[in-house]
C-alpha cells in the first residue's frame, strides 16, 4: 500500500489559492491519486482524482508530476468554508483504501 | 449522482444493545461498500470491505463477531453493532463503490454512536 504524507495543518485567508502537497513515494504503476474533503461530523467528500499530469473540475486542480510521487491539490480563491480536512489517498479498487492524517487548512476572513 | 445514504446519523443507547446502521446507495450499484470508525480528531480507520454477496473482510484488530457487516444486495450494506459497550462509542462511516476499481468511493454522512 502507498503511503502518503501530507501537511498536518496550513492557514490560509479568504480568497487566496491555496495548494496541498502529498508525497507518496512507493506508488504503483496502476494506482490513482484521489483528493477528498472532510467537514466535522460529516462523512468525506469526493474532491478530485487523477492519475498523471493535470487535471481540473469545478472545484479544484490536481497537479502530478511525472515521476507521480507527489501529487499537489490546487484550491482557486477559498472561502471560509473551505475550512475542512483534506485528505491524499492513493491507490487502485483492488486494495483497500487507507487513510493518511489529513490536512487541516484553516481559512481566515 | 453518487450519493449514499447512511442511518441513523446518531444513536444513543444503553449498554448491551445491539445497533444496526444502514448504509445504502442512491443512484448507483455498489459492488463493494467499506466501514470506517473514527474518533475525535482522528482520521478515519478502515474496519471491513465488503463485496455483494459475500463474507466481509475484517481488518486486523476489528471483532468480527462484534461488528457484524452484511451486504446482502448491491446498494445496502448494514453494520451491527452487538453488544455495544461504552468504549465502542465512535463514529462510524459507510463507503461505497460501483463496479469500476478505479472509480472514487462515496461516502454516507456517518452516524454517531454513543453508549451509556
Known amino acids: 500500500l502507498a503511503k502518503t504524507t501530507q501537511p498536518i495543518s496550513m492557514d490560509s485567508y479568504e480568497g487566496q489559492e491555496v495548494n496541498i502537497t502529498c508525497s507518496h513515494n512507493?506508488?504503483?504503476?496502476?494506482?490513482?491519486i484521489t483528493w477528498y474533503q472532510q467537514f466535522p461530523s460529516q462523512g468525506p467528500r469526493f474532491i478530485i482524482q487523477?492519475?498523471?499530469t493535470k487535471v481540473t473540475n469545478e472545484v479544484a486542480s490536481l497537479f502530478i508530476p511525472a515521476d507521480r510521487k507527489s501529487s499537489t491539490l490546487s484550491l482557486p480563491r477559498v472561502s471560509l468554508s473551505d475550512t475542512a480536512v483534506y485528505y491524499c489517498?492513493?491507490?487502485?479498487?483492488?486494495?483497500?483504501?487507507?487513510f493518511g492524517a489529513g490536512t487541516r487548512l484553516f481559512v481566515k476572513a | 449522482g453518487a450519493v449514499v445514504s447512511q442511518h441513523p446519523s446518531r444513536v444513543i443507547c444503553k449498554s448491551g444493545t445491539s445497533v444496526k446502521i444502514e448504509c445504502r446507495s442512491l443512484?448507483?450499484?455498489?459492488?463493494?461498500m467499506f466501514w470506517y470508525r473514527q474518533f475525535p480528531k482522528q482520521s478515519l480507520m478502515l474496519m471491513a470491505t465488503?463485496?455483494?454477496?459475500?463474507?466481509?473482510?475484517?481488518e486486523q484488530g476489528v471483532e468480527k463477531d462484534k461488528f457484524l457487516i452484511n451486504h446482502a444486495s448491491l446498494t445496502l450494506s448494514t453494520l451491527t453493532v452487538t453488544s455495544a459497550h461504552p468504549e465502542d462509542s465512535s463514529f462510524y462511516i459507510c463507503?461505497?463503490?460501483?463496479?469500476?476499481?478505479?472509480?472514487?468511493?462515496?461516502f454516507g454522512d456517518g452516524t454517531r454512536l454513543s453508549i451509556l
Open positions: 489517498l492513493v491507490g487502485n479498487g483492488g486494495f483497500k483504501t487507507i
Open positions: 512507493n506508488i504503483a504503476t496502476n494506482d490513482y
Open positions: 443512484d448507483f450499484q455498489a459492488t463493494t
Open positions: 465488503s463485496n455483494e454477496g459475500s463474507k466481509a473482510t475484517y
Open positions: 487523477g492519475y498523471k
Open positions: 463507503s461505497a463503490r460501483g463496479g469500476d476499481r478505479n472509480q472514487p468511493q462515496h
